[in-house]
């Protein structure tokens, strides 16, 4: 297969920063946000992210 189509297996160091950041997100928001609500909150802390 193409290796530039292929899904890293282990996360970086920053990914897992985000994926913690997300995850604290929604359970202060009781998994209520969506992942537009999720995008700017993060853009708040001064992460810049796409909901993809």
């Known amino acids: ?8 297996r282990y996360p970086n160091a920053e990914r897992m920063v985000l994926r913690s950041r997300v995850n604290d997100l929604l359970t202060q928001s009781r998994s209520d ?17 796409g909901r993809f």
Do not use: H, V
């Not at 297969?1 to 890293?8: F, I």
């Open 33 to 49: 946000a969506g992942s537009r609500s999720i995008m700017l909150m993060m853009k708040e802390y001064g992460m810049q992210i």
């Open 1 to 8: 297969g193409n290796p530039r189509c292929r899904k890293r």
